[in-house]
């Protein structure tokens, strides 16, 4: 059974600081591109970041580029997402993402960000 479990969401004021972690399990984690894609209360899924199958090769948004970090540890079947220097804007539902051939979605986890 394919799973995607976001975890590390929460509150913080803008400026601060987050770290999301996506565990994954029932695929072949090092053969999937994974994506992080987001939210935002009343819009549209937003492409967040990419890391390609075996971490070589990392892609973000220019709206979070500079200030978020995509990583990824096949030895765990994790894909992480660091981010830094938080803006209100950034508040969402982030959702883990796989894809090759198909496309698995984790549950999501939210991010507010407000003083």
């Known amino acids: 059974q394919v799973q995607l479990v976001e975890s590390g969401g929460g509150l913080v004021q803008p400026g601060g600081s987050l770290r999301l972690s996506c565990a994954a399990s029932?695929?072949?984690?090092?053969?999937?591109?994974m994506y992080w894609v987001r939210q935002a209360p009343g819009k549209g899924l937003e492409w967040v970041s990419a890391i390609r199958f075996g971490g070589d090769r990392t892609y973000y948004a220019d709206s979070v580029k500079g200030r978020f970090t995509i990583s990824s540890d096949n030895a765990k079947n994790t894909v992480s997402l660091e981010m830094n220097s938080l803006k209100p804007e950034d508040t969402a539902v982030y959702y883990c993402?796989?894809?090759?051939?198909?496309?698995?979605w984790g549950q999501g986890t939210q991010v507010t960000v407000s003083s």
């Open positions: 993402n796989a894809h090759n051939v198909r496309s698995y």
């Open positions: 029932g695929f072949t984690f090092s053969s999937y591109w």
